[in-house]
């Protein structure tokens, strides 16, 4: 009669630790990929931009605008197209004040001349928590960068810091856009 009793205390046990662990990790697992999809949204925004600044630049005769209040009508008259879904901010108003509502840095002055790794805008880090932020370049594609003092920073190339400090390397090939990484 104890061996049944033991039995059954040993299998709801069991059940309950793994019931537990159930509950405990898969709110982690959600956090993951919900940080994942956070980062393709906020680099795909940032690449629909640079298609924007690319058609603006085709009809200016090469120039970038000169703040994105000008190339609203190419890239996006919507305040909330201009926030990083993994921030959580409410948009401004206006273009007006766009700097100081925006979590995305524009930097003015670029050209079709422009060397292809020229960065262009970038993510604010402090909207993916400090881990990184997704980079505009001239040529239009975007890229994550880990910030310098993420974990995965140490097997990257190319910190974040590093690429708005300085852009590209020069003949620094475009990595294929992956998903599920």
Same mark, same amino acid.
């Given at each position: 009669?104890?061996?049944?009793?033991?039995?059954?205390?040993?299998?709801?046990?069991?059940?309950?630790?793994?019931?537990?662990?159930?509950?405990?990790?898969? $709110?982690?697992?959600?956090?993951?990929?919900?940080?994942?999809?956070?980062?393709?949204?906020?680099?795909?925004?940032?690449?629909?931009?640079?298609?924007?600044?690319?058609?603006?630049?085709?009809?200016?005769? *090469?120039?970038?605008?000169?703040?994105?209040?000008?190339?609203?009508?190419?890239?996006?008259?919507?305040?909330?197209?201009?926030?990083?879904?993994?921030? &959580?901010?409410?948009?401004?108003?206006?273009?007006?004040?766009?700097?100081?509502?925006?979590?995305?840095?524009?930097? $003015?002055?670029?050209?079709?001349?422009?060397?292809?790794?020229?960065?262009?805008?970038?993510?604010? $880090?402090?909207?993916?928590?400090?881990? *990184? &932020?997704?980079?505009?370049?001239?040529?239009?594609?975007?890229?994550?960068?880990?910030?310098?003092?993420?974990?995965?920073?140490?097997?990257?190339?190319?910190?974040?810091?590093?690429?708005?400090?300085?852009?590209? $390397?020069?003949?620094?090939?475009?990595?294929?856009?992956?998903?599920?990484?």
């Amino acid at each position: 009669m104890n061996t049944k009793r033991s039995n059954l205390k040993t299998i709801l046990i069991t059940l309950a630790v793994v019931l537990l662990a159930g509950l405990i990790l898969f $709110p982690i697992a959600r956090a993951r990929s919900l940080a994942w999809a956070h980062k393709i949204a906020c680099r795909n925004k940032m690449i629909s931009y640079g298609c924007g600044f690319l058609m603006y630049a085709g009809d200016h005769g *090469g120039r970038f605008p000169p703040h994105v209040a000008s190339s609203t009508r190419y890239v996006a008259q919507q305040p909330l197209l201009f926030i990083c879904p993994a921030s &959580g901010h409410k948009p401004g108003e206006s273009f007006d004040d766009f700097d100081a509502w925006s979590d995305y840095v524009y930097i $003015p002055g670029c050209t079709d001349a422009s060397p292809p790794g020229t960065v262009v805008a970038y993510c604010r $880090p402090e909207n993916h928590r400090g881990r *990184g &932020g997704n980079i505009l370049f001239r040529d239009g594609h975007a890229e994550w960068f880990w910030s310098e003092g993420h974990p995965q920073a140490k097997d990257a190339d190319l910190t974040f810091e590093q690429v708005i400090r300085d852009g590209l $390397p020069p003949g620094r090939p475009v990595p294929p856009v992956t998903f599920g990484k």
